[in-house]
């Protein structure tokens, strides 16, 4: 898959997550890379939030694994990247696990570290993975998006706004864990049925 990078300020080679823990990269996926993820996606079998999610958080969205085949379809590129060896160690010592979602009219992503859910008090509702986790991916596939449409991922630390984040056509984002973020509810349009689509990867340390 070609990168194509409208982020210059970019450079794999210096970056440090430990200083710079967000990292967004705009075309990352080019249009024709999207539409063989798009096609992709229409293949595959989706599933609901787990129950243990929505019934306590009330969060909705529907999620596919992606097959073990389709694995490189980001990681191929990342772990050629100094700076990601930088932060995680020796590939050898880690694996990566992929998803796809589709969020739509009303959808969205409760407030959460990758480790533990929250409830709106900010108190720890669910401990969701104990997996050693060491960085967050996510690519939006869809066609177009507009700053209205909602589907921002906003990102927390210390409990402040730190970063929202439109889920612009092509955009990667890559963040350490944990790291606190939601997905706010996509907007309802009377015009058309918006469909938020996006791959989201971790890259995490096998166990010992």
Not at 47 to 76: C, M
């Amino acid at each position: 898959m070609r990168v194509r990078f409208d982020s210059p300020e970019f450079d794999p080679t210096t970056y440090d997550f430990h200083t710079d823990p967000i990292l967004i990269i705009d075309n990352f996926f080019t249009p024709a890379d999207r539409a063989t993820i798009i096609n992709r996606m229409r293949k595959v079998d989706w599933h609901d939030a787990p129950p243990r999610l929505t019934d306590v958080l009330n969060q909705s969205w529907r999620g596919a694994f992606v097959p073990k085949e389709e694995h490189s379809i980001i990681s191929a590129q990342l772990f050629q990247w100094p700076c990601i060896s930088k932060y995680i160690g020796k590939k050898d010592d880690h694996y990566t696990d992929l998803t796809y979602y589709r969020y739509r009219t009303g959808d969205y992503l409760a407030k959460h570290d990758d480790f533990s859910y929250y409830d709106s008090s900010g108190v720890t509702s669910i401990t969701w993975s104990t997996t050693e986790r060491k960085l967050s991916i996510v690519g939006y596939v869809h066609n177009r998006w507009q700053d209205d449409w909602g589907g921002d991922l906003v990102m927390y630390r210390d409990g402040e706004e730190k970063q929202i984040i439109t889920p612009e056509p092509g955009r990667l984002v890559l963040f350490t864990v944990p790291f606190v973020h939601e997905v706010i509810p996509v907007a309802r349009r009377e015009d058309t049925e918006l469909a938020r689509l996006s791959i989201s990867e971790w890259i995490m340390r096998k166990p010992l």
